[in-house]
């Protein structure tokens, strides 16, 4: 069972990914971190702040959309009569494994055709070789989210919200950002890096992300009309809880006062603080109700989309070399450039992800490629 309104959200959100990734590769932009213990960026003009804060709403609608996806799927399969549901757990637990193993053996490298300038991280520094990007968080999720796919929704949201607080109360002070910790206290909830790993996505507070997209995906299953009546003013609702909190300086350590419109959105996203999860779950659950109204059922978002792995794979590359051209070509290119750059990498990427989807649609459901 399929959505065409979460089909173009993940669409447009992988775009968006990739518009962060574009600056990053193409004009030689450090990644940034806005890290919970490291120095957080700065900007000295709107426009890059602007780049990388729309780009904020991707991780979140990843997880709230894999959440989203997994809950349709065991509706779908409860509908074929899949018994007892374990073939299916079965499968999104393979699944998951898989994009850990996508994660270290072909995103990792890809990161390294760009050649990014380093960032501020937490942790004891120095070069490391075990990266544990968004993949691994999504995979890691999965697995964990999958055997719960038939417990009860008030459970699902006690364990959503035990989750992200989990992380608020598991990060340590600011002021140990220097330290060392353990690879267990990485992989769960602390990002940053010890020796030879860098963690960017510890499991915790994404899991609470993606079982928020099961419960949501539960109610789109049973009723796809009044879910996205729902999403507008679940979304207004969570905004407005940001702007209060906020405003009275809660729900992120990294403190806004009063410092000017760009200090008030600059938020935590390692680990996504309170704040930052309820303006960009906002921001998705806004899109998402407007995407529900667009007519057709193809597109570019769709098509994006629906091939979103495959897309995010093939574009570290893609962006990667051209990169390299922009080095070669263009030295000291600015905005301007970059945002050409970003539109040509899209233009390139859709009949290349129009292709895949046909060639993964002609593949039984039992495929690996259908992972992709």
């Given at each position: 069972m399929?959505?065409?309104a979460?089909?173009?959200?993940?669409?447009l959100i992988?775009?968006?990914?990739?518009?962060?990734?574009a600056?990053?590769?193409?004009?030689?932009r450090?990644?940034?971190g806005?890290f919970w213990g490291a120095?957080f960026?700065?900007y000295e003009?709107?426009?890059?702040f602007?780049?990388r804060?729309l780009?904020?709403v991707?991780a979140?609608g990843f997880?709230?959309l894999?959440?989203v996806?997994m809950a349709?799927?065991a509706a779908a399969d409860a509908?074929?009569g899949?018994?007892?549901g374990?073939?299916l757990r079965?499968?999104?637990?393979?699944?998951?494994l898989l994009?850990v193993?996508?994660q270290h053996f072909?995103?990792?490298?890809g990161?390294l055709v760009?050649d990014?300038?380093a960032?501020p991280?937490?942790?004891?520094g120095?070069?490391?070789?075990?990266y544990f990007?968004v993949?691994?968080?999504?995979g890691?999720?999965m697995?964990?989210?999958?055997?719960?796919?038939?417990?009860?929704?008030?459970?699902l949201l006690?364990?959503a919200a035990a989750?992200?607080a989990?992380?608020?109360?598991?990060?340590p002070?600011a002021?140990?950002?220097?330290?060392?910790f353990?690879?267990l206290?990485?992989l769960?909830w602390?990002?940053?890096?010890?020796?030879?790993?860098?963690v960017r996505?510890?499991?915790?507070?994404?899991?609470g992300?993606?079982?928020l997209?099961?419960?949501?995906?539960?109610?789109?299953?049973?009723d796809?009309?009044?879910?996205?009546?729902l999403?507008?003013?679940?979304g207004?609702?969570a905004?407005v809880?940001?702007l209060?909190l906020?405003?009275?300086d809660l729900?992120?350590a990294?403190?806004?006062?009063?410092?000017?419109w760009?200090?008030?959105?600059?938020?935590?996203?390692?680990?996504?603080s309170?704040?930052f999860?309820?303006?960009?779950?906002g921001?998705?659950?806004?899109l998402?109700?407007?995407l529900a109204?667009?007519?057709g059922?193809r597109?570019?978002?769709?098509?994006?989309?629906?091939?979103?792995l495959f897309?995010?794979v093939?574009?570290?590359?893609?962006?990667?070399?051209?990169g390299?051209a922009?080095?070669?070509?263009?030295p000291g290119a600015?905005?301007?450039?970059?945002?050409?750059g970003?539109?040509?990498?899209?233009?390139l990427m859709?009949?290349?992800?129009a292709?895949?989807?046909?060639?993964?649609r002609?593949?039984p459901?039992?495929?690996?490629?259908?992972?992709?």
């Amino acid at each position: 069972m399929r959505s065409l309104a979460v089909d173009r959200l993940r669409g447009l959100i992988i775009a968006l990914m990739a518009l962060d990734h574009a600056s990053a590769m193409l004009i030689n932009r450090p990644r940034i971190g806005e890290f919970w213990g490291a120095a957080f960026p700065t900007y000295e003009s709107a426009l890059p702040f602007v780049i990388r804060a729309l780009t904020h709403v991707c991780a979140p609608g990843f997880f709230l959309l894999m959440g989203v996806s997994m809950a349709l799927s065991a509706a779908a399969d409860a509908r074929r009569g899949g018994g007892d549901g374990s073939e299916l757990r079965r499968r999104l637990i393979q699944r998951g494994l898989l994009l850990v193993a996508v994660q270290h053996f072909i995103v990792n490298p890809g990161w390294l055709v760009g050649d990014i300038p380093a960032s501020p991280v937490p942790g004891d520094g120095g070069d490391f070789f075990l990266y544990f990007g968004v993949l691994y968080g999504l995979g890691a999720a999965m697995v964990v989210v999958a055997p719960l796919l038939r417990a009860s929704t008030a459970l699902l949201l006690v364990l959503a919200a035990a989750a992200i607080a989990s992380s608020s109360l598991m990060v340590p002070e600011a002021t140990r950002g220097g330290e060392s910790f353990s690879a267990l206290l990485h992989l769960l909830w602390v990002p940053g890096q010890s020796g030879p790993m860098m963690v960017r996505y510890p499991l915790f507070p994404w899991v609470g992300v993606t079982l928020l997209g099961v419960i949501l995906g539960r109610a789109l299953s049973r009723d796809p009309t009044a879910t996205r009546r729902l999403a507008a003013p679940l979304g207004a609702a969570a905004i407005v809880a940001f702007l209060g909190l906020r405003a009275a300086d809660l729900g992120d350590a990294h403190r806004w006062a009063h410092g000017g419109w760009i200090d008030f959105f600059n938020l935590t996203k390692y680990p996504p603080s309170p704040d930052f999860l309820l303006w960009n779950l906002g921001l998705d659950l806004l899109l998402l109700a407007l995407l529900a109204r667009v007519p057709g059922e193809r597109g570019p978002l769709v098509t994006f989309g629906q091939a979103a792995l495959f897309f995010y794979v093939v574009h570290l590359y893609l962006y990667g070399l051209m990169g390299r051209a922009f080095d070669a070509l263009l030295p000291g290119a600015g905005h301007g450039e970059m945002l050409a750059g970003w539109l040509v990498g899209l233009a390139l990427m859709l009949p290349l992800c129009a292709a895949y989807g046909r060639f993964k649609r002609g593949r039984p459901p039992t495929s690996l490629w259908r992972f992709f």
